[in-house]
């Protein structure tokens, strides 16, 4: 059972100031851009948050994944996009490195990833293929421990400000996992172009860009052949990133959802003593509470090294993804026309929350992994 220590209280009232203070006041104009401002997590990392999970005795803070989802649940409560670069750096690419490069590889990145001044992307999804990584089309061409890559890839979240791209490519002509490799691309390096198209429906400042390859040069992670068993060991923490950056835009829905409810007057009284209106706040509470539950759990499965912690954090992904859809729908209609409107914030939410039961999974896709992990 999950209960917060003093050290991860003050962690995450520290992030919810910053966020509240630093953060939320730009994210409507991060939205609007499309794009992310120069600098923009200068400030994150210097409050030492991407390490904070990598361990101690190679740079990091060794705080843990639960440490990691209260910081990252308070800066999806501000913005969800920046909640996503963030997040696919803690829970995919530092652990990629972290638990599957070489000792050269981990020698030459981890102190730079720990401290920000490189952020990391994931890149494995192409048009034909997403969870089918057997379709994958990109490949690469192995010279010792490198790689020259030929492919492309969509929806990489973060490709615009992520300087390092973990890309899964095949290494044989095989059409099945076991052909599959990932690799550590250079964004600026000879033979990768980033594509800012298309525009996605949420998340717009974090993007969802093509990224081309032609000739890249990639360094592998792991061995040749293994991409597709370290996507599954790392399929728990992607999951953990999702349900976070979940109950984060769940929280900021609600919490909007009741201020206005309690401002808002329709016939002489605030339009919270309307009964239709209680309850829909009663369901997004009661939603938020389960879904904060069911994260915090798996991460602290996660940090204890249970056995159990994929589908944990599979089920935490599914409700989470789909409790903040329908606290962010139910914000929308609190706020009645309003809430279609850009002059308020809950629309963004709403379009952001969408895309949590779509990316790292489908909800559908969550449901078959804890169908087969509890009949197994």
Same mark, same amino acid.
């Given at each position: 059972?999950?209960?917060?220590?003093?050290?991860?209280?003050?962690?995450?009232?520290?992030?919810?100031?910053?966020?509240?203070?630093?953060? *939320?006041?730009?994210?409507?104009?991060?939205?609007?851009?499309?794009?992310? $401002?120069?600098?923009?997590?200068?400030?994150?990392?210097?409050?030492?948050?991407?390490?904070?999970?990598?361990?101690?005795?190679?740079?990091?803070?060794?705080?843990?994944?639960?440490?990691?989802?209260?910081?990252? @649940?308070?800066?999806?409560?501000?913005?969800?996009?920046?909640?996503?670069?963030?997040?696919?750096?803690?829970?995919?690419? %530092? $652990?990629? &490195?972290?638990?599957?490069?070489?000792?050269?590889?981990?020698?030459?990145?981890?102190?730079?990833?720990?401290?920000?001044?490189?952020?990391?992307?994931?890149?494995? !999804?192409?048009?034909?293929?997403?969870?089918?990584?057997?379709?994958?089309?990109?490949?690469?061409?192995?010279?010792?421990?490198?790689?020259?890559?030929?492919?492309?890839?969509?929806?990489?979240?973060?490709?615009?400000?992520?300087?390092?791209?973990?890309?899964? !490519?095949?290494?044989?002509?095989?059409?099945? %996992?076991?052909?599959?490799?990932?690799?550590? %691309?250079?964004?600026?390096?000879?033979?990768?172009?980033?594509?800012?198209?298309?525009?996605?429906?949420?998340?717009?400042?974090?993007?969802?860009?093509?990224?081309? +390859?032609?000739?890249?040069?990639?360094?592998?992670?792991?061995?040749?052949?293994?991409? !597709? $068993?370290?996507?599954?060991?790392?399929?728990?923490?992607?999951?953990?990133?999702?349900?976070? =950056?979940?109950?984060?835009?769940?929280?900021?829905?609600?919490?909007?959802?009741? @201020?206005?409810?309690?401002?808002?007057?329709?016939?002489?009284? $605030? =339009?919270?003593?309307?009964?239709? =209106?209680?309850?829909? =706040? !009663?369901?997004?509470?009661?939603?938020?509470?389960?879904?904060? *539950?069911?994260?915090?759990?798996?991460?602290?499965?996660?940090?204890?090294?249970?056995?159990?912690?994929?589908?944990?954090?599979? &089920?935490?992904?599914?409700?989470?993804?789909?409790?903040?859809?329908?606290?962010?729908?139910?914000?929308?209609? &609190?706020?009645?026309?309003?809430?279609?409107?850009?002059?308020?914030?809950?629309?963004?939410?709403?379009?952001?929350?969408?895309?949590?039961? +779509?990316?790292?999974?489908?909800?559908?896709?969550?449901?078959?992994?804890?169908?087969?992990?509890?009949?197994?």
């Amino acid at each position: 059972m999950w209960r917060l220590d003093d050290e991860q209280r003050m962690l995450r009232d520290t992030v919810q100031q910053f966020a509240r203070e630093e953060i *939320a006041p730009r994210a409507a104009e991060l939205d609007s851009k499309k794009a992310f $401002p120069d600098g923009w997590f200068d400030a994150i990392a210097e409050l030492g948050l991407f390490g904070m999970t990598l361990s101690e005795d190679k740079g990091g803070a060794g705080l843990g994944d639960l440490a990691a989802v209260l910081a990252v @649940e308070e800066l999806a409560a501000a913005c969800g996009s920046t909640a996503r670069v963030v997040a696919t750096h803690l829970f995919q690419v %530092v $652990p990629a &490195i972290e638990s599957f490069g070489s000792d050269a590889l981990q020698a030459e990145m981890l102190e730079e990833l720990a401290a920000g001044t490189s952020l990391g992307a994931i890149a494995y !999804a192409e048009r034909q293929a997403g969870c089918d990584l057997g379709g994958l089309e990109t490949r690469a061409q192995m010279s010792g421990e490198n790689g020259t890559l030929h492919g492309t890839k969509t929806y990489v979240t973060g490709a615009g400000v992520c300087r390092r791209l973990v890309v899964a !490519a095949k290494t044989s002509e095989e059409r099945n %996992v076991h052909a599959l490799s990932l690799f550590l %691309v250079d964004r600026d390096g000879e033979g990768v172009t980033v594509d800012g198209s298309p525009v996605s429906l949420g998340y717009r400042a974090a993007g969802a860009p093509t990224v081309m +390859l032609a000739g890249a040069k990639g360094r592998l992670i792991g061995e040749v052949g293994q991409g !597709a $068993p370290i996507l599954h060991d790392l399929k728990g923490r992607a999951n953990l990133g999702a349900a976070t =950056i979940a109950i984060g835009v769940a929280k900021a829905a609600y919490t909007q959802g009741v @201020e206005y409810a309690k401002t808002r007057k329709t016939f002489d009284v $605030p =339009i919270a003593e309307h009964q239709a =209106i209680a309850f829909k =706040i !009663a369901d997004m509470a009661t939603d938020l509470e389960a879904a904060r *539950a069911l994260v915090y759990q798996a991460a602290s499965a996660a940090d204890a090294g249970d056995e159990s912690f994929g589908r944990s954090a599979a &089920i935490a992904k599914l409700f989470a993804t789909e409790a903040a859809q329908r606290c962010s729908f139910e914000a929308v209609q &609190i706020f009645g026309g309003y809430g279609y409107s850009q002059e308020y914030p809950v629309e963004r939410m709403y379009r952001d929350a969408r895309m949590g039961t +779509l990316s790292d999974g489908t909800s559908e896709m969550q449901r078959i992994a804890i169908a087969e992990a509890s009949l197994a």
